[in-house]
């Protein structure tokens, strides 16, 4: 037993103390390494960003434009699509069927008749109606159609003989940017009023709380679809567009106050904090103070607030267009397609018009697993 | 306590007001007053109308007023009961009301009770039975309830009901009690219509609610005091329904306040696509006609049930929470 | 499950032997090696310090032994042995060895021997008690479930208890809720609760950490003249060497998931073996030493427990390493004097390995 009492010089790359790569990490790349092993959460996100693509691409996409009425095809159910071709073999070009209108003696109505003798070609790439992709390019490509004056329904038509395909692929690209745009002014207000409800507190706090108080004490669709009516009617000055933005004005003048909450707890439990205590008595202003040690801090969470928010945002646009109350025409959203939908009856013959609602919910879903896998990546402690 | 509930009903007075100004506002909000429908309409009925006409019933409704006695008459007369008139009924409010919000009450407070019981059990055994086959279940299902418009679900079911189940699907009741009297045999017709609206408008609520206490529960059992308990020797069962949900129920009654405006507002939009004799079909009309006393006197009293229910909220809280009851 | 021992003394007076003990979290980010091989004894009628920096592994022995060891940890290896005593008819009492890695966590057996003869006392007395309830329902609770007694007994009980626990109005007391009692006094009301079953074990996992010095003093005086009068055995789970000065028997240092050393509180304080020990007691001021002389801090910080590290654990922080023996092998636990244990290839050749 050797009593060793003569230190040993220990090389420099064994005083570092052993440490795992986890243990290394930063908060931002702990937060990002927890989200990616989330495979709800990157399911949410591929899924919202394949449903993004698509949904801009609409008028490449569908065949048909979304205005265009087709009267000989009110109501009409999607077409089929066959890989056989007309020789009866297996051919790569899918085709559809001729469509013939046919009275029925009994109910007295048209209905519509798929001719399984005439095949009719699909071809890719092109010409039919014309549009404008992005605002800023013109074409009349369309990715698939068939040759007139055949039209081809890939989900049927509306009750003017509109697409399906083309309305659902217009609407989502209202549903799916309202929540985003929404939530965005909803963290604009929301981080300003609770900032500085949290931040000086006293009376300030007290109006600020009151105020909320108020507004929550309102049930949210009813008062939404209050606000909505006091919107003057669409026309030359009033655009749809002016009524999308102001509607989603609307969604976050009553959907800020749950951020707004949320950053007011944050914001005063770093003002408790050290790092906030030490600021202060180091002098920094409290502009400083806010900007730079307390928003930073709280930014994950405003993320995370903000992403659990979109699906409520998504869901009260479709609440309100539902009951025409929201996105009027010429612009479509998935809540104003399924406006056509309100009545059994007409669910139960025509049920390709509650399409629209699968892509709400496929939509929302998405952006739910998104929010919670950022809470989860964020604070994998909380709920 | 008596004082602690004395104070919370003074706070919910005064939010009350403020209420009335917000709804005030709302009827004033839209172009055009209630006056020029009304002079539309008797100049549609028949003949011209005076000037004279035009200006007595300009001072009756006193359309030149300034707003601060514009409000205070009608908040007067909305607090003596007198609602105003709905210009397409032709009636005055108060007739249209009372029926239809009781049945937003009834059906309300029994979704209510349904998504709390259903939520407390739920949120119990999936926090117990965390990373389980069941958990991950009850999670696609909460998902799923989140995820579906409730008006959507409220159509899936109905066609549900009448193609598979072959019921009569729609309103509160069977077309041969719709007029009749109140018999005990109508009520149980009614009870039989009541389970597709509790269900729909429950289900997101459900969802939510079961979700948090889920999230509740496994705070609580992070907590301190249950590792105190289990290190008493309690057994699992005690120590979870005993120690952990009682103080887990606390959050729940909290946002208890948060969860009615969800089941409010779903009420009144599937009562249109399940044709119930609620406020929301009337409401919604209303809005859609710029019948605005109605509206507004609908949106006052979805408002003043929510502050109802709040304050139920908050007594609640504090009979269940020592700390808040000694206060 | 229970083999009796025949014998109607505790083998070497021990009440609770734990054999290398290893305890793993199984977390999302990887495996988090709580503990590595524990091996410690704890002698009946004794104070046992455990010392150690945090993250040591300290509160998991002690959750280990109570078989409370929260979700995602595991017990991977080792056993944990509890010596009851059994009163026999004739009046002999028979000592009987319970293997508690054995029993299901939420099983009957453990759950009679939690509260009963194993009870435990947390660190914080502002969240160790449950708000809901009053302290009489509370401590009742515990004398309710392992006692028989009908709830008039128990709250006398509860309210004597309380008295021994030098709680002022204890009759009054027992209707309070913990919400509207000081910390040292909820304190006083948790140590009353842990004793009201007369347990041969209390754990207390540093119990005076939230409290002020005052009321440290005060609850540690208790907690000594309680031990003294009522004869069980206290685990006395701190980092403050001090305390351990004033209350223990005999001293378990851990390192990083293992016991470095073991002995009786004054040769552990004189004559420390282990570099790890000695490290410590060089980084905290004692009465007597040069006023000039400084302190020294331990170099580098304790790993984090997701790293593995080849070897002795505390190699890459020793002063004494022994290059190709600390840096791959572990060293087995060795003699060193009366009760004395050390872990360290200053004292064996051995490895653990192989010994």
């Known amino acids: 037993m050797a009593e060793a009492e003569t230190s040993i010089p220990i090389p420099e790359e064994l005083v570092r103390e052993p440490v795992s790569e986890v243990g290394q990490m930063s908060q931002w790349q702990l937060m990002r390494l927890r989200f990616s092993r989330n495979r709800l959460a990157m399911t949410g996100v591929i899924g919202l960003a394949v449903m993004y693509v698509i949904v801009f691409l609409g008028p490449f996409l569908a065949p048909n434009d979304y205005m265009y009425q087709n009267t000989d095809y009110i109501f009409g159910q999607p077409n089929s699509i066959t890989f056989i071709g007309p020789d009866g073999r297996f051919s790569l070009r899918p085709y559809t069927y001729e469509i013939s209108t046919v009275l029925d003696e009994q109910s007295f109505k048209f209905v519509f008749v798929e001719n399984r003798e005439k095949k009719v070609p699909i071809r890719f790439f092109v010409r039919g109606d014309p549009y404008t992709l992005f605002g800023f390019i013109k074409s009349d490509v369309h990715l698939f159609d068939v040759d007139r004056p055949q039209r081809f329904y890939l989900l049927g038509a509306d009750e003017l003989g509109r697409d399906m395909f083309a309305r659902i692929l217009m609407g989502g690209q209202v549903s799916m940017t309202i929540g ?120 994950s969470h405003i993320i995370v607030v903000a992403a659990l928010a979109i699906p409520s945002m998504i869901l009260g646009e479709t609440a309100l267009s539902f009951l025409g109350l929201g996105i009027l025409p010429p612009l479509v959203s998935w809540g104003a397609l399924l406006k056509s939908a309100q009545q059994v009856a007409v669910v139960v013959q025509h049920p390709w018009l509650m399409i629209p609602g699968v892509a709400v919910v496929i939509t929302v879903l998405f952006f739910s697993f998104l929010g919670d896998g950022l809470r989860d990546a964020v604070d994998p402690y909380s709920i | 306590m008596a004082r602690y509930i004395l104070r919370r009903s003074g706070y919910m007075l005064v939010t009350m007001i403020f209420v009335a100004v917000i709804g005030f506002l709302i009827i004033e909000l839209p172009p055009g007053s209630y006056l020029e429908f009304e002079i539309a309409r008797l100049r549609q009925l028949g003949g011209d109308m005076a000037p004279e006409q035009i200006r007595a019933l300009e001072v009756r409704y006193g359309v030149h007023d300034p707003i601060y006695l514009k409000f205070w008459k009608w908040f007067s007369g909305f607090v003596r009961g007198d609602f105003g008139r709905s210009f397409e009924h032709r009636l005055p409010v108060s007739e249209l009301l009372w029926q239809r919000l009781g049945f937003t009450v009834l059906i309300s407070v029994l979704t209510m009770i349904f998504s709390w019981v259903v939520s407390i059990i739920v949120g119990v055994y999936s926090a117990t039975h965390r990373y389980t086959i069941p958990d991950y279940a009850i999670t696609v299902l909460q998902f799923i309830g989140l995820s579906v418009p409730n008006f959507l679900l409220a159509l899936v079911l109905m066609v549900f009901a009448q193609q598979v189940l072959g019921m009569e699907v729609g309103g509160l009741f069977s077309g041969a009690y719709r007029n009749a009297p109140w018999s005990l045999a109508k009520f149980i017709d009614l009870l039989k219509h009541l389970w597709i609206p509790i269900l729909v408008i429950g289900a997101s609520g459900t969802a939510w609610l079961s979700r948090v206490m889920r999230g509740n529960l496994l705070d609580v059992l992070n907590m301190q005091y249950v590792q105190t308990a289990r290190a008493k020797g309690l057994s699992e069962r005690t120590v979870i329904w005993k120690h952990a949900v009682r103080n887990a129920l606390h959050p729940l009654v909290m946002v208890l306040g948060m969860s009615l405006p969800g089941i409010i507002s779903g009420e009144t939009v599937v009562a249109i696509v399940l044709n119930m004799p609620t406020t929301g079909p009337l409401y919604f009309r209303a809005l859609l006609q710029q019948d605005m006393y109605l509206a507004v006197t609908f949106l006052m009293f979805l408002a003043v049930l929510l502050l109802i229910g709040n304050l139920f909220a908050d007594i609640l809280l504090a009979w269940l929470d020592p700390r808040i009851r000694f206060e | ?99 508690l890695t054995d029993l299901d966590p939420q099983g009957p057996v453990i759950r009679s021997i939690r509260g009963a003869e194993l009870a435990m006392i947390f660190q914080e007395p502002m969240t160790s008690l449950n708000p809901s309830y009053t302290i009489g329902d509370q401590i009742m609770e515990a004398i309710l479930l392992h006692q028989q007694c009908t709830r008039k007994e128990a709250e006398e009980r509860a309210v004597d208890i309380l008295a021994r626990a030098g709680m002022p109005n204890p009759q009054t007391v027992v209707r309070r809720y913990p919400h509207e009692l000081s910390g040292g006094m909820r304190q006083r009301a948790m140590i009353a609760m842990a004793l009201s079953c007369t347990p041969s074990v209390l754990f207390a996992d540093e119990p005076t950490t939230a409290l002020d010095v005052t009321t440290e003093a005060q609850i540690l005086d208790l907690m000594r003249e309680l031990q003294a009068a009522m004869g069980m055995a206290i685990v006395f789970i701190t980092h403050n060497l001090g305390v351990v000065a004033q209350m223990c028997d005999t001293v378990a240092v851990m390192y990083l998931g293992r016991v470095v050393e073991q002995a009786p509180v004054e040769p552990l304080f004189y004559d420390p073996q282990h570099p790890y020990t000695r490290a410590l007691l060089r980084s905290i001021p004692h009465v007597g030493s040069r006023t000039k002389a400084r302190l020294q801090p331990i170099r580098g910080v304790v790993p984090d427990p997701y790293a593995t590290i080849e070897g002795c654990p505390f190699h890459p922080r020793c002063d004494y390493r022994k290059p190709g023996l600390c840096d791959v092998r572990v060293p087995a636990t060795t003699q060193v004097g009366e009760n004395h244990t050390v872990r360290c290839f200053l004292y064996t050749e051995q490895g653990e390995d192989n010994g």
């Open chain 3, 1 to 99: 499950m229970a083999k009796q021992a025949g014998s109607s003394t505790t083998p070497e007076g021990l009440v609770v032997r734990v054999r290398d003990l290893h305890v793993y979290f199984f977390t999302d980010l990887g495996v988090s090696r709580a503990l590595n091989g524990v091996s410690l004894d704890i002698p009946a009628g004794k104070v046992t310090g455990v010392v150690g920096e945090s993250g040591c592994g300290k509160s998991v022995t002690a959750l280990s032994i109570m078989r409370l060891v929260p979700h995602p940890g595991r017990i991977t290896k080792g056993e944990i042995l509890l010596y009851r005593e059994r009163e026999k008819q004739n009046g002999h009492s028979i000592v009987e060895e319970v293997n």
């Open chain 1, 180 to 299: 985003l745009v929404g939530v965005a002014l909803g963290i604009i207000l929301g981080s300003i009023m609770g900032t500085a409800s949290g931040y000086w507190g006293g009376l300030t706090d007290d109006i600020m709380q009151r105020i909320i108080e108020l507004i929550m004490s309102f049930p949210t669709v009813p008062l939404w679809a209050a606000l909505a009516a006091a919107l003057p009617p669409i026309s030359a000055t009033f655009t749809a567009l002016h009524r999308y933005f102001l509607i989603t004005v609307i969604l976050s003048l009553v959907g800020w106050t749950g951020l707004a909450r949320q950053l007011r707890a944050k914001v005063m439990a770093y003002r408790q904090s050290d790092f906030v205590q030490a600021a202060l008595a180091a002098g920094a202003s409290d502009a400083r103070i806010i900007f730079v040690h307390m928003l930073p801090n709280a930014a």
